[in-house]
C-alpha cells in the first residue's frame, strides 16, 4: 500500500476530508498536492505535517526481522 492511499483512508476517518481542505491545512495549493498523490512523492517532511494537520501521529522505522528490534 503506497503513502498515497494511506493518507486516502486517513482523511475518511477523519471524517471524510477532500483533499483540497488538506492542502488549505497544509498551506499549499490543492494542484501541488494533487501532484504529490499522483506520484506518491512525500518526504518525511511532508507527511509529519500532514500528521500534524490532521491531529495525528506519524510514525517510520525499520523492524530488524530475526531480533524484532525496531530503528
Known amino acids: 500500500m503506497g503513502m498515497t492511499e494511506k ?6 476517518k477523519q471524517g471524510n476530508i ?3 481542505e488538506l ?8 494542484q501541488n498536492l494533487h501532484g504529490k498523490f ?8 511532508d507527511l509529519q505535517k500532514i500528521a500534524e494537520v490532521m491531529g495525528c501521529r506519524y510514525e517510520a522505522g525499520f523492524r530488524i526481522s530475526d531480533t524484532g528490534e525496531y530503528i
Open 38 to 45: 499522483l506520484r506518491d512523492n512525500f518526504t518525511e517532511k
Open 18 to 20: 477532500s483533499e483540497a
Open 7 to 12: 493518507i486516502r483512508i486517513l482523511l475518511v
Open 23 to 30: 492542502a488549505r491545512r497544509l498551506g499549499t495549493s490543492p
